[in-house]
C-alpha cells in the first residue's frame, strides 16, 4: 500500500470525511482490520482564509508547496490536496515534488465520463467557480463543458461555504437553496453537477438533485486508494 499525503484542515469538517473515507475504502477492498497507510497535514484555516479574500494567492502557494515538500520528505508517495479551491496552484506545487499529485478535477471528471455526461453545474467557493484554473482543466483535459451559477447564486453558494459548512453548521434553508440553484443549472442545460467544494457534500446528497451529483470529496479518495492499492 502506497502511503498517502493529506493537506487538509481547510476546512477540518472535509478533512474529517478524507479520513473516514479512506479508511473505509481500503477497509472494503482489503478486508479484516486493515486501514489506509496516511499522512495529514492539516492547516489552521484561519489563516489560510484570511490570505484567500485578501488575494495572497503567491503566499498561499509558497505554503502550499512548503506543506507538500515536508509530506513528501515523511514518506509519502501521492499527494492529495483535501480542496478543491486550493487547486488553484496544484501544477506550482507539482514541478515542486517529486512524487504524484492526484488532480480533484480529474478524479471527478473519470466519473463523469463514466457516465457519458458532456455539461456540468458546477458549484464552489467563487475562486473555484469564477476563475480558469478548474473549468479550463475541464474543458481542456477532458472536453467537459461547464456552467457557473449566476451571479447572485455565486454569492449565496460562497457565503453559505464560508459563514456555515466550514463551521460545520447544516442549515435545511441553505440546502434549499442549494437544490434551486441546482435547478437552475438543470434549465440551463447541465447534465450534471459536481460539488466543486469538499464541505458541499456535508450539505447536498444525491437525494437532493433530478440530476446525477459527482461528490469530489468521494471521487477524490476513491481514485486516491485505487492508486494505492496498485
Known amino acids: 500500500m502506497k502511503t ?6 481547510m476546512s477540518w469538517e472535509s478533512s474529517l470525511e478524507y ?3 479512506s479508511n473505509e475504502l481500503v477497509k ?14 492539516s492547516v489552521d484555516f ?13 503566499q498561499l502557494t509558497i505554503k502550499m508547496i512548503n506543506i507538500a515538500k515536508k509530506l513528501e520528505k515523511l514518506g509519502a508517495e501521492l499527494i492529495l490536496i483535501c480542496t478543491n479551491t486550493m487547486h488553484k496552484m496544484a501544477e506550482e506545487i507539482e514541478q515542486n515534488i517529486k512524487v504524484p499529485l492526484l488532480h480533484i478535477a480529474d478524479a471527478a471528471a473519470e466519473e463523469i465520463r463514466k457516465r457519458r455526461i458532456n455539461k456540468v ?8 467557480m469564477e476563475e480558469d484554473f478548474y473549468k479550463k482543466r475541464l474543458k481542456t483535459k477532458h472536453d467537459i463543458d461547464v456552467i457557473i451559477p449566476e451571479e447572485i447564486e455565486r454569492e449565496v453558494i460562497h457565503k453559505i461555504i464560508y459563514k456555515e459548512l466550514i463551521l460545520g453548521n447544516i442549515k435545511n434553508e441553505s440546502r434549499e437553496k442549494f437544490k434551486a440553484i441546482i435547478n ?3 434549465n440551463r442545460g447541465a447534465e450534471g ?11 447536498i446528497k444525491e437525494k437532493d438533485s433530478s440530476i ?16 494505492a492499492l496498485e
Open 193 to 203: 453537477v459536481i460539488l466543486g467544494c469538499t464541505e458541499i457534500p456535508l450539505l
Open 184 to 186: 437552475n443549472l438543470q
Open 4 to 9: 498517502i499525503g493529506l493537506i487538509g484542515g
Open 121 to 128: 453545474g458546477l458549484l464552489g467557493t467563487k475562486f473555484t
Open 46 to 58: 484561519e489563516e489560510f482564509e484570511k490570505l484567500q479574500h485578501e488575494g495572497q494567492w503567491d
Open 28 to 41: 472494503k477492498r482489503l478486508g479484516g482490520s486493515h486501514s489506509c497507510e496516511s499522512i495529514m497535514y
Open 19 to 21: 479520513y473516514r473515507i
Open 212 to 227: 446525477p451529483v459527482f461528490d469530489t470529496t468521494m471521487l477524490h479518495v476513491k481514485k486516491a486508494i485505487e492508486i
